[in-house]
């Protein structure tokens, strides 16, 4: 008989965060399923979070970091670490298209160096508590 840990069945693993707020058309696409997304779900490493025309998205990871996602936006979670008790910290996402702001949490605050946002046009690299981005992506 094997038993498996509900969080590890949804995902890529361990659960990083979850959907804080929403508004309108919200996605996630797991494991090349897409679904809506809706206040309370759990998101996991890897996950393709999208909004629509008018939409928009909150994120809480579980180091307090806030991402928000405006109309028209696209990021993938690339890779979510948040292990302290280890000293592994880390954070990397591709924003594709739209607006995203980002509020630090642990991860930010204590190891900067550990947190990248790639755009189409660039990398950003985090060397303060928050940003607003603009990407022009397809």
């Not at 979070?49 to 690339?78: A, Q």
Request: glycine share 14%.
């Amino acid at each position: 008989m094997t038993l498996f840990a509900p969080c590890l069945v949804m995902g890529e693993g361990l659960s990083i965060g979850k959907a804080k707020t929403g508004k309108g058309d919200v996605t996630v696409v797991r494991n090349g399923q897409s679904t809506p997304l809706k206040v309370g779900d759990r998101l996991y490493q890897k996950d393709i979070i999208r909004t629509g025309t008018d939409s928009t998205v909150g994120i809480i990871f579980e180091d307090n970091t806030v991402l928000s996602l405006g109309p028209n936006s696209e990021i993938v979670i690339d890779e979510y670490i948040f292990a302290p008790e280890k000293g592994i910290l880390s954070m990397v996402a591709r924003i594709l298209k739209g607006t995203a702001s980002y509020l630090s949490g642990i991860i930010g605050k204590q190891s900067p160096e550990a947190v990248k946002f790639h755009t189409p046009d660039a990398t950003i690299g985090i060397r303060g508590t928050q940003f607003l981005v603009k990407a022009e992506g397809g």
